[in-house]
């Protein structure tokens, strides 16, 4: 048995060491899996034995301290990360940070004495270059040599050593300035990403004997009755007893405009109440609550890293040690075998050093696709993580169930046909107890036509036949109700009917008793997302139902869809989903959207597996890759585009910190780059693409 454990990393502030620490955990006897998320300053683990959870949270400490110094563990029992990272200095390191940059640029342009000049230079380099020498010192003791730290104090020591004061103290200034502007950024962009889960409910006024008490969400029960009060955040999902309100669902959907509420409605945790005193009876316990859904998908995101991601963190791996061995050879190679200058070629080794460090990569890539997840969540469209957003992105193929996923899924009784001489009250009475323990949209509708709650003592051996029907014996009478394939199985010969809507055949006692026609409405904007599925160059649509082969061809026709199969079993929607994947090898992603239990399959077996959130099943939700909140079909191509403005963006910075960084190496090989270039190659490069990153928290 797997126990997972939750936990905050107060201090984490570099995002290189955040990954030495996660694959250290990892290698920790007791530790199955381990997975730090950086942004929300979040580690989980996976242990086997509770029983070590204590001396494992001791070692786990202990990589910390050699790692990062003055990071701590924090236990954190709800599973939810809410500290808050404290950022920034003291107005006493301000002015000292201040009067070191004027003495450096006093001893660069005004004074002329070369012992002074030095004497500033020195006074420069320690106010800024202090902190980074001890830790490149702590490090080096605790085995941790490859770090920018250890890059910066060697490259800016070599600089003394040959005679370069102005560019050494010059290298741990702007390094320094530009760490403090990363930080900045960085931490601008962990409060950016901490904002989009901050819907987490504190509490919850749950109904006594004594009137109402504030509690935390997690120990209310079902069928509890809370009370939710103007500007207060709903903390469970329930149904509205008593009161009117609007609510402020933003948070959930996306979407600004108030949803008008009242008694029978439901109510979702995470959305606030904007006017009325509501009285709510509780649905879900607050682990299974929409709000409690959404923290946990978007927390446990990062586990799922992208290809991109995992890439460039093994890359990262090699790169650094690859560079600072190449240094080492070019500061001794030419002046020993080709009669080169020492001070010269080392200078050049210098400039290796310093454009080594891998931080604008391992910042800016997993933040860009942090990011895009977010700015996904505030439109509710939840992404289980950076891979599926970039899978997305390479979607050709997108294929729909119908039922709840582009038709409302909410059907009506049209039309009741009669044979063999029962009546319509009779066909309606035995179809409404045959559906009498379904809740299927067909079987609600069925029961909503009846009007009357079915006598549940007069129906016996009840049987349901999957993706066909039931059977039950009603009032003594043998009933068979469902799908032509169920009729054909049980050799009963059918009347058929033209409909476009779904067709329910009932036999009473081994005769055909008649037929009930039922309509789903096309969803409102399900045409316009094919549209915008084709304008995104998605011109392969697919639809997949279990319906009736003229209600499927119908609604298809409605939404422009060519490529249509009906009449399909749970099994058969995978069967033909692999015949897909066999016809379009090499072409592209292919992602399922879908919505019922027989869906899961279907979603499990996808390259993206799509699910409507709001009135989809559990085993579906579960199931996908990606969550829709709103069911709303129209928010697909709009994760389709958020998906493609990730990768853009993540792709940039990949070009941006290659392409300097190469170039400068280039530069620096030849004697053309200084240190100014090499600082900026480094954490110049970082902080732009980090600032690249945080457009994808504001996408509009």
């Not at 107060?10 to 250290?24: D, P, Q, R, Y």
């Not at 997975?35 to 070590?52: C, F, G, Q, R, V």
């Not at 070599?158 to 530009?178: L, R, S, W």
């Not at 929607?573 to 994947?581: G, N, P, Y």
Request: proline residues 3%; hydrophobic residues 45%; charged residues 20%.
């Amino acid at each position: 048995m797997t126990i997972k454990r939750d936990y905050e990393l107060a201090g984490i502030s570099c995002v290189n060491c955040a990954g030495k620490i996660e694959a250290s955990i990892r290698k920790l006897d007791g530790v199955n899996n381990a997975n730090l998320n950086y942004p929300l300053s979040k580690l989980s683990i996976e242990i086997a034995d509770n029983e070590a959870l204590t001396q494992i949270e001791k070692q786990i400490q202990e990589v910390l301290d050699r790692i990062e110094t003055g990071s701590k563990l924090v236990k954190n029992d709800d599973g939810h990360v809410n500290g808050d990272d404290n950022y920034g200095m003291s107005k006493m390191t301000l002015f000292i940070y201040i009067f070191a940059a004027i003495s450096y640029f006093v001893g660069f342009f005004l004074v002329k004495n070369p012992a002074i000049k030095l004497i500033l230079f020195v006074i420069t380099y320690i106010v800024f270059g202090h902190k980074v020498l001890i830790k490149s010192v702590k490090n080096i003791s605790k085995g941790n040599v490859f770090d920018e730290n250890f890059l910066m104090s060697i490259a800016s020591i070599g600089a003394f050593i040959i005679g370069e004061y102005p560019e050494a103290a010059a290298v741990m200034m702007f390094y320094q300035i530009g760490e403090l502007f990363q930080d900045y950024a960085v931490d601008h962009s962990k409060r950016a990403i901490k904002s989009l889960i901050a819907i987490k409910p504190d509490y919850a006024n749950i109904k006594t004997s004594e009137g109402y008490e504030r509690v935390d969400p997690s120990i209310v029960k079902e069928g509890d009755l809370i009370l939710v009060r103007p500007g207060e955040r709903v903390p469970l999902d329930g149904i509205v007893i008593e009161g009117s309100s609007a609510l402020d669902t933003s948070a959930l959907t996306g979407e600004s405009l108030p949803r008008e509420i009242g008694p029978g409605k439901e109510i979702l945790s995470g959305s606030i109440n904007l006017s009325g005193v509501l009285t709510v009876q509780v649905t879900k316990l607050f682990e299974n609550s929409t709000v409690n859904r959404i923290l946990s998908m978007v927390e446990n995101a990062s586990q799922k890293k992208a290809v991109t991601e995992r890439f460039i963190t093994r890359f990262a791996a090699v790169y650094t040690p690859a560079v600072v061995g190449f240094a080492a050879l070019l500061a001794v190679v030419p002046p020993l075998f080709f009669n080169g200058v020492f001070s010269q070629w080392l200078y050049r080794a210098l400039v290796f050093l310093v454009v080594s460090c891998p931080c604008a990569l391992v910042i800016s890539i997993p933040l860009g696709f942090f990011g895009g997840i977010g700015a996904a969540s505030k439109r509710g469209i939840l992404v289980k993580g950076g891979n599926y957003l970039e899978a997305l992105a390479k979607v050709n193929t997108m294929v729909f169930d119908k039922t709840g996923t582009l038709t409302n899924g909410s059907f009506e009784v049209t039309k009741i046909n009669t044979g063999n001489a029962f009546t319509k009250e009779e066909l309606l009475y035995f179809a409404a107890h045959a559906e009498a323990f379904s809740t299927h949209p067909l079987a609600v509708s069925i029961l909503k036509k009846y009007g009357e709650e079915p006598d549940k003592d007069l129906i016996a051996e009840y049987t349901e036949h999957a993706g066909m029907g039931v059977s039950a014996k009603i009032s003594e009478k043998t009933v068979l109700m469902g799908n032509r394939t169920l009729f054909n199985r049980h050799n009963i010969e059918i009347k058929e009917e033209k409909s476009s809507g779904t067709l329910i055949y009932l036999a009473v006692d081994g005769k055909f008793a008649g037929s009930i026609v039922l309509e789903d409405a096309v969803k409102e904007d399900a045409a316009k997302a094919i549209k915008e599925l084709r304008s995104l160059g998605i011109n392969d649509i697919v639809m997949l139902t279990g319906d009736r082969r003229d209600a499927a061809n119908s609604v298809a026709e409605k939404l422009g869809i060519k490529s249509v199969f009906s009449e399909l079993l749970p099994h058969e929607k995978v069967d033909c989903l692999e015949k897909i994947f066999e016809e379009r090898k090499n072409t592209g992603k292919i992602a399922f959207v879908g919505d019922g239990i027989n869906d899961s399959p279907v979603i499990a077996r996808a390259d993206i597996g799509i699910a409507m959130g709001g009135t989809g099943s559990d085993a579906a939700i579960e199931a996908a890759d990606i969550v829709m909140m709103t069911d709303e079909p129209g928010k697909i191509p709009e994760a389709v585009r958020i998906a493609r403005r990730t990768k853009t963006v993540v792709y940039q910075n990949i070009a941006l910190a290659m392409i300097v960084k190469v170039i400068v190496l280039a530069m620096g090989a030849g004697g053309v780059a200084s240190l100014w270039e090499a600082v900026f190659a480094d954490v110049g490069v970082a902080l732009l693409a980090i600032l690249n990153a945080m457009r994808l928290t504001r996408l509009k």
